[in-house]
């Protein structure tokens, strides 16, 4: 299930040549405030539709939604020290096969000229032109097809009701009782839950629970960790067969229901056959996950991004070495 096994980013955002081997099954990526974390993830999150300029935003937005034009948030996937020559490379093997994405282009006052390339094994793929302006997307750059199936979660996506709404659609009703199951955890009255639609025009889907005591309660009556946890359940169901990113894995979570949860999640994991990469501030995250996979600990790799003279740095971990560090040793990683 490490669909992903390599990765190479080079010139993205703050990432200046940053070079991850043998990604596992499950990988969890440590590291300071502003390493480049959080950058990390959303430069795998390209990798879905290499030639689709549609997806690169739309997952690149959902960090910050507070960007006036796309045509600055798409400047912002570039490094700050490129002046008006842009330039960024990703290079992954995914499924075994080596892929190399370019994006390249010139910056003239308020247009951008340039293309989005792929290669496969060395094989000039793809490469499609684009202009992009302030004022308009010129020309739009549709997908061809997905390389990977890749389901992205911020820190903040239990909040967004229509983002819980539509990933609980795409759960099969056989697969609901796992998710019941894990709702029980906090709360052993909740017997199911829907997306119901309603009258309101501006949101009209909302997330039901269907409770034995308190009977048909809508989602946001509830606390943040059920908030969470149906939103990583969920995701996890919609990855299947492909990658999860998660950023923040912890956010929301009572650090007493982590071990559980995290059982749970990892067991979900395996069962739909879905490659976790996640981040953490949190070392009850980190020995969550190594309790999770007391028995599987070879599938687990911990990656800890560095920030040193500006750029961006990254050491291995596995997890048995992970699992010494913390249960034998007793340091801490992040």
């Not at 359940?233 to 299947?240: P, R």
Request: hydrophobic share 35%; with cysteine.
């Amino acid at each position: 299930m490490n669909y992903l096994s390599y990765l190479n980013i080079k010139h993205f955002k703050g990432i200046e040549d940053l070079e991850l081997k043998d990604l596992s099954n499950i990988n969890i990526i440590v590291g300071n405030n502003n390493s480049g974390k959080t950058s990390l993830l959303e430069a795998i999150s390209l990798l879905q539709s290499q030639d689709s300029m549609k997806t690169m935003l739309k997952h690149i937005s959902r960090r910050d939604t507070t960007y006036p034009t796309r045509f600055e948030l798409f400047l912002e996937i570039f490094p700050k020290e490129q002046d008006t020559s842009k330039s960024i490379q990703i290079n992954s093997t995914i499924n075994g096969l080596n892929r190399q994405l370019n994006i390249d282009g010139k910056l003239d006052k308020e247009t951008f000229k340039g293309s989005v390339s792929v290669k496969l094994e060395n094989e000039k793929l793809i490469k499609k032109d684009m202009i992009f302006k302030q004022s308009q997307f010129v020309r739009d750059i549709s997908s061809s097809y997905d390389i990977i199936k890749i389901i992205y979660i911020t820190p903040y996506d239990h909040f967004k009701d229509g983002l819980i709404n539509k990933t609980i659609e795409n759960i099969k009703e056989s697969d609901k009782n796992k998710i019941i199951n894990l709702l029980q955890i906090f709360d052993s009255n909740i017997l199911d839950f829907k997306v119901l639609y309603t009258n309101n025009k501006e949101n009209p889907q909302t997330t039901y629970i269907n409770h034995k005591r308190y009977g048909l309660m809508p989602l946001f009556s509830f606390g943040d960790s059920i908030k969470k946890v149906l939103t990583l359940a969920s995701a996890v169901i919609s990855a299947k067969g492909g990658i999860l990113l998660v950023d923040e894995i912890e956010t929301a979570i009572h650090k007493n229901m982590i071990n559980k949860v995290f059982k749970w999640f990892i067991d979900a994991c395996e069962e739909f056959k879905v490659q976790l990469i996640c981040t953490t501030h949190s070392l009850e995250a980190i020995d969550g996950m190594i309790i999770a996979l007391e028995y599987e600990i070879d599938i687990l790799s911990c990656f800890r991004v560095e920030l040193y003279e500006e750029k961006v740095y990254g050491t291995k971990f596995s997890g048995n070495k992970l699992k010494e560090i913390r249960t034998l040793l007793g340091q801490d990683v992040r």
